[in-house]
């Protein structure tokens, strides 16, 4: 078969199953699957696949039919300019998130110094490998309670060539006293329990376990802000990714906690994305 003629069945078929974006997710597979970047299927439109790489193809257009994200179906999504194995253990990381990065980029280039830096809830590793990249000289931390997710944020960190120390704990339970760091970033779960029925199909094919912020999404947000405090050093900074309505909630809680020099940042969208506060004994 040629690879134009694959396309138009994988489109036509996405099409008919109201697969979003079925155009853009069938070139997507079909040049994973041969290992060329799109612009090579679309100037190659006559070659003639190979039948492995048609069964390959159709497999795979199954998942899709079934609302698998391309993602995890390729084991491939961009952030930070930097390429991150996903597959369904772990959320996709999200452009938004970049926000997060961006900023803790920026506080720790205030610092001349080397610090300590930890991403709590870590997933794809996503947040601490690109920080890893892009920040000299610091020492970085990952946690997350979830084994399948360590695996595959361990191996974002080898295929990006950076270095970070892993730890499985829910939240800080497996962290020592003596563990101290100048930055903590988090991006947790903050979906309404009720809220999670709601969303997408696709989404729903993302762990519960990354999505789910209890009844009114703030669980983590209480138990983080409260308990960084033990695991930051003195004028050390936490920084929070936020779903688009939590900012005042959110604020709030740096409060009471008596973080100092609380302030937010919105996304591209203009929608408020990260809450950051410093804790000062
Ligand atoms: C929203 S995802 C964020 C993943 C990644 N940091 C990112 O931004 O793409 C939240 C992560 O928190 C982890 N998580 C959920 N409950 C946790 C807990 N009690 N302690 C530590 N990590 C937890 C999940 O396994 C998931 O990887």
């Known amino acids: ?50 039948e492995k790489e048609e069964k390959e193809f159709f497999l795979k257009l199954e998942k899709l039919k079934n609302n698998e994200p391309i993602q995890y179906i390729i084991n491939s999504q961009e952030f930070m300019g930097l390429d991150f194995f996903v597959d369904n253990n772990v959320l996709i990381p999200q452009s938004d998130t970049e926000i997060l990065v961006q900023e803790v980029i920026n506080i720790a280039n205030k610092y001349n110094q080397k610090l300590d830096i930890l991403d709590l809830c870590t997933g794809s590793g996503a947040i601490v ?45 497996n962290f020592s006293k003596f563990d101290k760091f100048d930055i903590i970033a988090s991006n947790p779960p903050y979906i309404k329990t ?46 929070l990714e936020i779903g688009y309505d939590q900012k005042d909630e959110v604020e709030k809680l740096f409060k009471e906690n008596e973080y100092i020099e609380i302030y937010s940042k919105k996304d591209f969208a203009q929608n408020d994305r990260v809450v950051v506060g410093k804790y000062k004994i």
């Not at 729903?204 to 669980?219: M, R, S, T, V």
């Not at 209480?222 to 900074?237: D, Q």
């Open 194 to 239: 009720d809220v999670i029925k709601m969303l997408s199909e696709e989404v729903k094919k993302e762990p519960k376990i990354a999505l789910d912020g209890g009844k009114d999404g703030l669980f983590f947000y209480r138990k983080i802000i409260k308990e960084a405090k033990k695991y930051l050093k003195n004028g050390g900074i936490l920084a």
């Open 129 to 173: 490998v690109s920080l890893a990249k892009k920040i000299k000289n610091c020492n970085f931390w990952a946690s997350d309670i979830s084994k399948d997710a360590l695996k595959i944020a361990k191996k974002n960190a080898s295929n990006n060539g950076v270095i970070v120390s892993f730890i499985e704990s829910d939240l800080f339970e």
């Open 1 to 50: 078969m040629k690879i134009k003629e694959i396309l138009k069945i994988g489109i036509d078929n996405l099409k008919e199953n109201n697969i979003e974006e079925y155009n853009l997710k069938t070139k997507i597979l079909l040049s994973s699957i041969l290992n060329k970047p799109k612009e090579y299927i679309m100037i190659h439109e006559d070659d003639e696949l190979e």
